[in-house]
């Protein structure tokens, strides 16, 4: 069980291409799936890493405060930017330009923190980016959309930081709670989390691209392109922003992933939850949670690659 667990998280970026693949060639296999189940499957992934995260997790935004600032402000102005700048450039549709305004505005991916550890970045600084991000996102993301698509749709932020309390935050809490008083089943089914954390993005994925394959057909290249292009100018210049300030590499690594990499289910929900008028907001979040798992693969291969040139 054990080993088909390694497998499953260490070949996750496929496992969710193939569930993207065969949600958009056969819908039939997964559009029986309500859309409102992404909630719980996000609702599940956070109470995995609530499970996972340490009181010396949450300890290093206090010894290492400028560290987590430049991560949380990099994460947080880079990826709204380009993803409005990028709507703006290919002049994409409202609803497109939406979802993918939406997944620039959501805090750092949890997956991140496993691309950081493979591309020998500074893990620490990964998991506190993380969570540091993941608990300012009530606040910031609201008013972030609203900030940027407030002239296209209507933006409901306090039903949006309600809706990101109860999906992102509370599972966390109670992931901690579980942790601080049941830790011997804690420990037992950490090592499994991974895996299954990897099973629910790619149930979301498949659920998402199912409901929504005709409307893939039109528009869907180009929309394809504005993702790919977010995530691998986040990457750069997550890592760009860490050489400019004269940071150790493996720092710059965690820069790196932490900025590029988002918590892309969490904008698919929120477009289910907030923006049901628009339902193609909800590709660039299903999209993203399928290219990022792949060029956070590919940057980490990368990074290895350059860790043992310098050896």
Not at 3 to 29: E, H, N, S, T, Y
Not at 270 to 294: C, D, E, K, Q, R
Not at 301 to 310: A, D, G, N, P, Y
Request: glycine letters at 8%.
């Amino acid at each position: 069980m054990r080993k088909v667990c390694d497998f499953i998280a260490r070949w996750m970026g496929l496992i969710v291409l193939l569930v993207a693949a065969v949600a958009f060639l056969q819908p039939a296999m997964f559009i029986w799936i309500d859309t409102k189940t992404i909630n719980p499957l996000l609702g599940v992934i956070m109470f995995g890493m609530g499970l996972t995260l340490s009181p010396n997790d949450f300890k290093i935004v206090l010894s290492r405060p400028k560290d987590i600032l430049i991560g949380c402000l990099a994460q947080f102005t880079i990826m709204p930017l380009l993803a409005w700048l990028l709507a703006l450039a290919f002049s994409l549709p409202k609803e497109l330009a939406l979802g993918v305004i939406l997944v620039g505005c959501c805090p750092g991916g949890t997956a991140s923190n496993v691309i950081t550890y493979l591309a020998k970045g500074d893990l620490a600084l990964s998991v506190g980016m993380t969570a540091c991000s993941t608990l300012l996102a009530p606040l910031l993301t609201p008013l972030l959309v609203l900030l940027m698509a407030g002239t296209m749709v209507k933006v409901d932020t306090l039903g949006m930081l309600l809706s990101i309390v109860y999906v992102v935050i509370a599972p966390i809490v109670v992931g901690l709670l579980c942790q601080r008083f049941i830790p011997r089943l804690t420990k037992a089914v950490t090592p499994y989390l991974p895996a299954f954390s990897s099973l629910a993005i790619a149930f979301t994925v498949g659920i998402v691209v199912s409901h929504n394959a005709e409307r893939l057909l039109v528009g869907g290249t180009i929309v394809i392109l504005v993702v790919m292009l977010h995530n691998l100018l986040g990457l750069s210049l997550g890592f760009l922003i860490g050489r400019l300030l004269h940071l150790e590499k493996p720092k710059c690594v965690a820069l790196c992933v932490e900025v590029g990499m988002q918590n892309s289910g969490l904008a698919s929900s929120l477009a289910n939850m907030h923006f049901a008028a628009y339902p193609l907001a909800t590709i660039p979040g299903a999209i993203f949670s399928v290219w990022h798992n792949i060029s956070g693969a590919l940057a980490a291969k990368l990074f290895q690659r350059e860790s043992v040139k310098t050896k």
